[in-house]
């Protein structure tokens, strides 16, 4: 569809000038080589990366390529499958030597296994380094795109938030990168989601983590309905049909019954926004392309404004700006005229701001500027019990 689209997207076909990926090519095995959309993937498609090089690249004050090193694995959560703390994703770090090989034989990465899957991103990110070094090309990690949520829909902002806090955290002591820049984007409509990445943003250490948003719908909080990539739970759903105004409609809204819900008089530009709407909301090519520009776009203001310098032109149709998507005021839920998010976090059970007491006498009460410290305590725990063989 992208290749038929050409004369929208004419800089996104085909090897990309200054953009590389990097990452496993079927049963070619891992490479790096020019961004190519549909390349690296047996199924002829391809992820946000592709515009989000691009833009990094049109942006940037020099000349130096941009690379994206990716590992992903569609509809996985972060409770188990990518949390470094589980038997799958862990392993005994004054026995690693730091090779990607070391990895794959400790059996931390496995490329067939859905549960290694932060073993797996760790050991990705080790081939291109190894790959990179063998071929004495100097390079410097700028940053970490997180794209995910759905997959932990169903838990508490405090549950998902201190799981993303941790792998995050473990992903820059891992690669030995503790201010390493996280653009995190993956909420969608859900607003203990968004509650949960928030509050990462707020006590991951060291800082420079930023979470991407704006406002396209809003979970109703009173339905029983939980929206999902197989099921947007249309007419419980709260919609900003300013998005749609501005971009274009799914072809769906347009020839199907769904036409109904559209506002009077509404635009019949079209924009590919969804695979297949109702049924599988995952991104197509339009949709895809939109975010990973404005992926690169917040990464550039959030992070990279001394070596990328955004154009007019680049952020003249950014959704983040046209669209903010803004916290609910207090007392007050999403509407079909008012799209916001409801901040799930409390303050008088996990603060997000520093307490003047240890706070109420709560089982599991713990101010928030004590959490670092006893991750590390945990840690540092782990680590002796492990020293004398005891777990």
Known sequence: MLTQDSATYPDLIGPQDGVWFAGHYGTEGFL?????????????????????GRRLNDASNDDSPILIVKYCWGGSNVHTQWNPITDDNNWDRSMDDGSAAWLLADGAANLDSKQNLYGNLIYTVRLAVETLNDASIPFVFSGLIWIQGSGDKKRTWFEYGTDLTRLFETVRSDINEPDLPIIDAGADVHHNLISAKMYADSIIDNGNKYTSLYASAAANPDSDCVPGPSNPCPGDTFINFDVFEFYGYDPAFLNSSFVDML?????????????????????????????????????????????A???????????????????????????????????????????TSPPTSMGPDIPGFIPNPWLPLLRRLLTLLRQVLQSFGLI
Request: glycine share 4%.
């Open 309 to 351: 310098t955004l154009t007019t032109d680049m952020e003249e149709d950014d959704p983040v700006l046209l669209f903010p998507f803004e916290a609910c005021a207090d007392g007050e839920k999403p509407n079909a005229s008012n799209i916001c998010w409801m901040d799930q976090r409390s303050d008088t059970i996990f603060p």
């Open 32 to 52: 790096i080589r020019p961004m190519n959309a549909g390349e690296p993937s047996l199924k002829n498609n391809f992820g946000p990366e592709v515009s989000f």
């Open 263 to 307: 506002p009077a008089n509404h635009t019949n530009k079209t924009f590919s926004w969804f695979k297949s709407y109702p049924t599988n909301m995952h991104s197509e090519y339009e949709g895809m392309i939109l975010h990973g520009r404005r992926y690169a776009n917040d990464f550039i203001r959030q992070f990279a404004s001394d070596w």
